[in-house]
Nanobody
Framework: QTQLVESGGGSVQAGGSLRLSCVAS????????MAWFRQAPGKEREFVAS????????YYADSVKGRFTIFRDNAKKMVDLQMDSLEPDDTGTYYC????????????????WGQGTQVTVSA
């Protein structure tokens, strides 16, 4: 059974940085696009960033463009999300996902999900 495990969440003040990591197992990782989504309390899960299987293409939500960077290491089966200049609106649970195409932005288009890691940004 495919497993995605996120880590790196925490609490930070506005303007700070966090780096999230996601490690995959039982997945042919190098052939899958990967993505990060987030969900704030009372809101729908929303797309944050995605990356193609070979890192040639990356996509970002407008709200994080220029502040977040997604990158992957196929040898380690890992995809990271570097988050800089964090804002209170970035608060939420962040999920790693696989099984969609790198340009897909709807959560329903992605198949595999991790359990999530909490990010809290205070003003």
């Amino acid at each position: 059974q495919t497993q995605l495990v996120e880590s790196g969440g925490g609490s930070v003040q506005a303007g700070g940085s966090l780096r999230l990591s996601c490690v995959a197992s039982r997945l042919d990782f190098a052939t899958f696009a990967m993505a990060w989504f987030r969900q704030a309390p009372g809101k729908e899960r929303e797309f944050v960033a995605s990356i193609s299987w070979n890192s040639d293409s990356t996509y970002y939500a407008d709200s994080v463009k220029g502040r977040f960077t997604i990158f992957r290491d196929n040898a380690k089966k890992m995809v990271d999300l570097q988050m800089d200049s964090l804002e209170p609106d970035d608060t939420g649970t962040y999920y790693c996902s696989a099984g969609g195409a790198s340009w897909h932005r709807a959560a329903a288009e992605w198949t595999y999900w991790g359990q999530g890691t909490q990010v809290t940004v205070s003003a």
